[in-house]
């Protein structure tokens, strides 16, 4: 059945590629990104622009939505700033808790109301923010939003339960976008094929879940 997608930062990358998908299903997607997506507008989907570190930008987006109207949010927006414990970068490592973690809790904050029973949040982590998954170091701005973004995530798995809402943490693979200088292990094409796949299976509301697009369950 044709659903409704919300997705952030749907101009590029793994964002792109999911709404082109999504659209080639004949669902209707959403994009809220900073920039316009020329080539998703042209097959029919409805841009609104969105920084989501901008809460003026997020209040225009829900306001922008009818009640029930999105399915599926797909909290996707996101920034790596590489930094080592020799190369810290205080500035750059809030940039990234600012659009990696508090940018997802604001869009789902602020489009919440507009969800009903049976929507689903999944919001686009990494396993870069799984502690116990952590065996390289580094990377202190990216790991720890992406690791905030996670307990934010079970928070709202905790509080939207009651209203049916279910909230899914995917990893996207190591993907060759923009964001890896093209370097990675799939495409866009193939994260975004197996993230939908995840999302398709759906969420019961209650505890979020962390998955890997190929289906495996993460440790948090
Ligand atoms: N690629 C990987 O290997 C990998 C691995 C694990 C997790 N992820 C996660 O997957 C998601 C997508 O990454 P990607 O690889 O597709 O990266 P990408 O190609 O660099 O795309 C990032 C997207 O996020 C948008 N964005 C950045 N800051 C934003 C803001 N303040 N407001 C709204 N949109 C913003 C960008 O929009 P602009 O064009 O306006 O900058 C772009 O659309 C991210 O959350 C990333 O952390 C990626």
Redesign the pocket.
Known sequence: MPQTYLI??????????MAHQLLDAGHTVIA????EPSDLIARGATFVP?????QQDVDALADALQPGEVDVAIL?????RADSLQSLDFDAMREQF???AL?PLRVAAAIAPKLEEGALIAL?????GSIEDNTSGGYYG?RTS?TALNSIAMSLSRDLAEDGIGVLVL??????????GGR?EVD?TT?ARGMLARIEEGQRPGPARFRHANGRELPW
């Open positions: 952030t930062g749907a101009n590029r990358g793994i964002g792109q590629a809220a990104c900073r920039r969105c920084d989501v570190t901008k996707n927006a996101g920034i790596l600012e659009v990696n940018g686009t982590s990494s396993r870069m990216y992406k990893h996207p693979g190591f993907v060759q976008t923009d964001m890896t990675g866009a994260s």
